[in-house]
């Protein structure tokens, strides 16, 4: 007998980076104060509407890790078994990591940028693997195939690698039934979310999912999502918990972060 | 070799230390046809370790370091126990009730993690119970050795041993209610368990959504320490063993019990013994376990135990001795 299953986003939310403006990528920055306030206000948001996490599955950055901890300690579930995994982590932003946002608009032009950021199959140049920032040199990425670990990566090189670890690990706690609490980044939820809303390719890249606001689908016996009268356009299935005007402000500040002047 | 240097060596240790060149002092002094010799050679290694770490010991100087560490046995498992708790400061039996850490027991947490880092410990998987003190002090020693990626299994089966009807009552008012002779014996008998939880109590696990896949005949009402091995055991050979045997480095954040549970197991500590070792607080105890998972004997390492702790002797000392009181009545 196939059970419904509930599935649970959070994206984290600010980090040192943000704050400071800059690319992050698989930079392993720490949440901002803010950032950490947010975390807690997406498990306030959990308790408060009464979901009980049965697992959850989190990427291999402590942003994201953090925001997992803290989300299930307000929820009073801090002893869920939780998943990490480094396919769930943020794009990798390739030549891009470590530079300031408004001088590479400066830099290379609005538009080039625009296209980096937003763009489903350009990528950022490669980074070198002699930058400071390359995953290479980090003990985490030590037992990665060397052939999946990136050098720069577009939203459909992001895609190809989370949808695996999607199917292999997340699904088959769905088809239990299971209450699953995804917490993770703005571009590997895109990735399955554009799956689950059957979204283009040229209108996820500009999909902005807030930070902190949970985001949750209900899903059939067979993993269909079931439609919410509360579903924000562009999506049709998934709800926000919390305030809704917050939501939309929240989703114009991260559009803001690029524009200049 | 690992006894106290006295002052007058100290003293002449820490001149040779300052000048930077005692170990090669101690070398030069070897005649040169006796250092060619490999066995006289790796026992002379063996002579500047020890000598070096006795010295290290003995200055205060914070810790073993994981090369010496690695030189001893095969695999690593290191045990955590949880700082202090809200119900710590109240002096309040706590059991399996879920407090939190206080804002010192989380300090405990992110110095353990110094402490690791700080000997260059590197680890790879960590296992704790289903109660946030646990698992906050876990995640706080993780973020200092900036390895929060780690796979982490929770398990109820390292929980604190559960103390039934004694859970929530404050340790100074059980003395004045039941004497400090029967309080003794609950808190410190082998295998005398508490008087059962109330059906009525508002701690009864029943309650409590964490444990609500415990089959009602496993779920425990009260315990023993000896109840409590009897639930740690099947999960160290069922769960935790397995990764040791791989050669993974193990972190294993829980409690008081859990840990003596787990250190029974693992030095065959007897009976009578066990009930009154005291695991420090915030204290890392790492052990090197030889390809059985038989513990080989540390330098350095406490009474009783193979495994030895990190940081100042004189402080872990301290902590050792600074658990003894609680039931104390004024």
Same mark, same amino acid.
């Given at each position: 007998m196939s059970k419904k299953a509930t599935l649970i986003f959070s994206r984290h939310g600010e980090s040192e980076w943000n704050v400071a403006n800059i690319f992050t990528g698989w930079v392993d920055v720490d949440l901002s104060e803010k950032g950490l306030g947010e975390a807690k206000g997406a498990g306030e948001l959990l308790k408060a509407e009464g979901l009980k996490i049965d697992v959850a599955f989190t990427s291999y950055l402590k942003r994201a890790i953090k925001t997992c901890n803290l989300a299930l300690e307000a929820a009073d579930q801090l002893y869920v078994p939780t998943n990490k995994s480094?396919?769930?982590?943020?794009?990798? +932003?390739?030549?891009?990591?470590?530079?300031?946002k408004k001088e590479t608009v400066v830099k290379h032009g609005a538009e080039q940028v625009q296209i980096w950021r937003r763009s489903f199959d350009i990528p950022p140049p490669a980074l070198e693997?002699?930058?400071? +920032?390359?995953?290479?040199?980090?003990a985490k990425y030590k037992a990665l195939d060397p052939k999946d670990l990136p050098d720069t990566e577009c939203l459909k090189d992001t895609i190809a690698r989370v949808m695996p670890y999607w199917e292999e690990a997340i699904v088959p706690e769905l088809k239990a039934g299971k209450t699953v609490f995804v917490a993770a980044h703005g571009n590997s939820i895109r990735a399955i979310v554009k799956m689950i809303e059957g979204i283009s390719d040229d209108v996820i890249p500009g999909l902005e999912i807030p930070t902190g606001t949970p985001l949750v689908y209900e899903l059939d016996g067979d993993l269909k999502p079931i439609a919410s009268p509360l579903a924000v356009e562009p999506l049709k299935f998934g709800r926000y918990l919390g305030d809704a005007e917050k939501i939309k402000a929240a989703a114009e500040a991260v559009k803001n972060q690029t524009k200049v002047g | 070799m690992f006894k106290q240097v006295d002052a007058k060596v100290k003293a002449a240790l820490t001149r040779e230390l300052n000048t930077g060149s005692h170990a090669i002092k101690v070398l030069m002094a070897v005649p040169k046809a006796e250092q060619e010799k490999p066995r006289a050679r790796r026992r002379l290694a063996a002579v500047v370790i020890a000598f070096s770490v006795a010295l290290g010991i003995r200055l205060g100087i914070a810790t073993l370091d994981v090369s010496t560490i690695e030189s001893y046995g095969t695999h690593t498992l290191v045990l955590l126990r949880h700082g202090e708790s809200e119900w710590n400061l109240e002096n309040r039996f706590t059991g399996w009730v879920d407090v939190d850490v206080s804002a010192k027991g989380a300090e405990e947490a992110v110095n353990a993690g110094r402490l690791m880092h700080e000997a260059n410990l590197s680890l790879d998987i960590a296992f704790t119970s289903y109660q946030k003190r646990a698992i906050k002090t876990l995640n706080l020693a993780l973020e200092e050795l900036d390895a929060l990626w780690i796979p982490v299994t929770k398990s109820? $089966?390292?929980?604190? @041993?559960?103390y039934g009807d004694l859970q929530g009552l404050n340790k100074a008012e059980t003395t004045n209610k039941f004497g400090e002779e029967q309080v003794t014996e609950w808190r410190r008998s082998y295998a005398v368990p508490p008087p059962p939880i109330k059906?009525?109590?508002? /701690?009864?696990? @029943?309650?409590?959504?964490? /444990? $609500?896949?415990?089959?009602k005949n496993k779920l425990p009402l009260a315990e023993s320490l000896a109840l409590t091995i009897d639930r740690v055991l099947p999960f160290f050979r069922q769960s935790i063993a397995p990764e040791l045997r791989k050669g993974k480095k193990v972190l294993i954040a829980a409690h008081g019990n859990s840990l003596r549970a787990l250190v029974k197991i693992l030095d065959n500590v007897p009976e009578d013994k066990i009930v009154g070792l005291n695991i420090p607080t915030g204290v890392p105890l790492v052990y090197r376990l030889n390809r059985q998972l038989k513990p080989v004997p540390l330098p350095g390492h406490a009474d009783l135990i193979s495994g030895t702790y990190l940081g100042d002797p004189d402080w872990v000392q301290g902590k050792i001795s600074g658990v003894k009181n609680q039931a104390k009545v004024r």
């Open positions: 480094w396919r769930l982590n943020e794009r990798m +932003y390739g030549g891009l990591t470590g530079l300031d693997k002699d930058n400071k +920032y390359h995953p290479c040199h980090e | 109820w $089966k390292l929980n604190e @041993r559960m059906e009525d109590s508002p /701690y009864h696990p @029943r309650l409590d959504p964490k /444990y $609500k896949n415990i089959p």
